[in-house]
């Protein structure tokens, strides 16, 4: 099993930037599909971006060209660097890990203003 926990949210202005961290503990990280993924109020779950155990990422159409995925393997952490941020992009925002089972943090509420 895999204990992730996300850091870095907040409340920011319109066209600012945030970047979250996930540490993960508890397996071999670099073993695993990570992910962000994000829950607007009254919204279903969504995927952010991911990145592969080679490195190989995917954006949703929503943020790309605005947010980055990246890892280290030797920290356990997934980053996800958000810049040109939106009030849309309010949300609390999840990393997942996923090999096999499919692993959560507890969230970080990520607060964009107008």
């Known amino acids: 099993q895999v204990q992730l926990v996300e850091s870095g949210g907040g409340l920011v202005q319109a066209g600012g930037s945030l970047r979250l961290s996930c540490l993960a503990s508890?397996?071999?990280?670099?073993?695993?599909?990570m992910g962000w993924y994000r829950q607007a109020s009254g919204k279903q779950r969504e995927l952010v971006a991911g990145i592969s155990t080679g490195g190989r990422t995917n954006y949703a159409e929503s943020v790309k060209g605005r947010f980055t995925i990246s890892r280290d393997n030797a920290k356990s952490t997934v980053y996800l660097q958000m810049n040109s941020l939106k009030p849309e992009d309010t949300a609390v925002y999840y990393c997942?890990?996923?090999?096999?089972?499919?692993?959560w943090g507890q969230g970080t509420q990520v607060t964009v203003s107008s």
């Open positions: 997942n890990a996923a090999l096999g089972n499919n692993y």
């Open positions: 508890g397996s071999i990280f670099s073993i695993y599909y």
